[in-house]
């Protein structure tokens, strides 16, 4: 089959590789129709993600149909369209049966590693490097999905692929992050970034009930669909003015965003140039692993006692973490991988239900040979880029 | 774009980081270099800022993204800097003078290692950082970027809506 592996830092490349078989009673083999480039795909083309290897599959947003499972899926059948959740999760372990499944015990297999750099394992992760569990992706023709009794959601409406693929990651991580926010009506949300988990926060925000929806981003057309599709209801470009904790504070009459989203991660850019090339410059040398423009600023912005959601993915280590500003304003920390199994069935129901239609965020339908491009093309935000879906 | 590359030496410098290196380097070399080396009016200090433009001189000739009149291939850059660099730590030693303290020589080779190992560093394949194809891109996208963007049909509807929607049904 061909897949779309990575090859070294900056470099993918779409090759024929062995096709997956079943390994274990609770497999199922799942013939890829939808496919797509997550940010954090991004984190690892920029070689920032350690324990990738050369010839690893990437890719942990994709759905397609089961064509065959093991003898311990009884749930799933041959034939069945299913989203595939990004984290792989057993099912039986404490966290699962806590529906905390980003932090499974069983998924995996390196989970020592992780311990190592984390204080605990975490769950294993379809295409992100083998910290999580060295699982093939799918950004290929068919992918090899473990406990498949648990994780695969089946589509039985004729929804058309891209209104559901994004259950698989992007629309639960924003969401999650939205209702980390506990949003009960009239808040204001700031959400920093626009990327595609950034403006699924934004939407989310909006389908909670939030009053106002700030969206921050240094790109226009980001801002602008931010604005158009998602709901923001206002929007800053930290390139006019990198002061954005000022900014905020005016947009709230000096008080500050009740909660302040980070749908950004470990590539932060700072508007303030000699700090971003000092960051840049650290992350480069691994003197860091995560820039923490974005961060700084969503905790200096938000309101005292008010909630600060992490979304984006961050690796490592950060330089001037305002600990300060975090004890003494009151603020509360929420933040995880999203355990995308516990939202799948109610964010399925608001896309049936016509509240929300995920497929605003597509701009790039490439077929899987253009998936160097479309890397390229992403991560560059050429050509108006917000998402890029691929079909093997 | 899947030629790697990075296989083997890692060389994380690729054309338009090396492009903004010479020229903030050559800036550097032709401006406050000589004064906070101590080489102000000594002839260090003229060849340091002669080095320096005469590498913004030739940036400006080549292509890379940051070229202005793209004459000079890459690589023909790439070997310039190499000799460049090797001449620049002999210059000293082939006047002589060195013998005039550690201030007129150790300048010239220390730019020059820097210079090395920045081109040690260098991705040679002379690629932006940009590197896709974006006319085939757009050729083989099955959707409208634009149209996706600028469309101003909201993709959600408020809380408030909805509940009032389904009430009313």
Known sequence: MRANVWSGRNTVQVENVPDPKLLNDRDAIVKITSTAICGSDLH?????????????????????EVVEVGRGVSNLQAGDRVVVPFPIACGDCWFCRHELYAACENSNPNGGLAEKMFGHPTAGIFGYSHLTGGYAGGQAEYARVPYADVGPFKVEDDLPDEQVLFLSDIFPTGYMGAEFCEISGGECIAVFGAGPVGQFAIAS??????????AIDHVDYRLEMARNKAGATDTINFREDPDVVEQLKLLTGGRGPDAVIDAVGMEAVSGHVPVHAAERLKQAARAETDRGAALRDAILACRPGGIVSIIGAYGGLMDKFPTGALMNKGLSIKTGQCHVQRYLKPLYEHVKAGHIDPSFVVTHRLELG??????????????????????? | MTENSTAGFPRPVDATLHGATDYSVGAALMTVFPRLARVEGTPAGRQIRTAGAIHAGYSTLTDYPLGVVRLLPYKAHLAIDAIGALALAATPFATGQFRQGRSQWVPHVALSAFELVSLMLSDPTGRGNYKADVAAVRRSNMEDPHRKVHDKTPAVTRRSDSVARETAQ
């Open chain 1, 44 to 64: 690892m083309y920029d070689g920032y993600i350690p324990t990738m290897k050369k010839g690893d599959i990437l890719g942990h947003e994709f759905m397609g």
């Open chain 1, 205 to 214: 925000a909006v389908m909670l009930g939030a009053e106002r929806v700030i």
């Open chain 1, 370 to 392: 253009e998936a160097p491009n479309g890397y390229e093309t992403f991560k560059h935000k050429e050509d108006n880029c917000v998402k890029v879906v691929l079909k093997p």
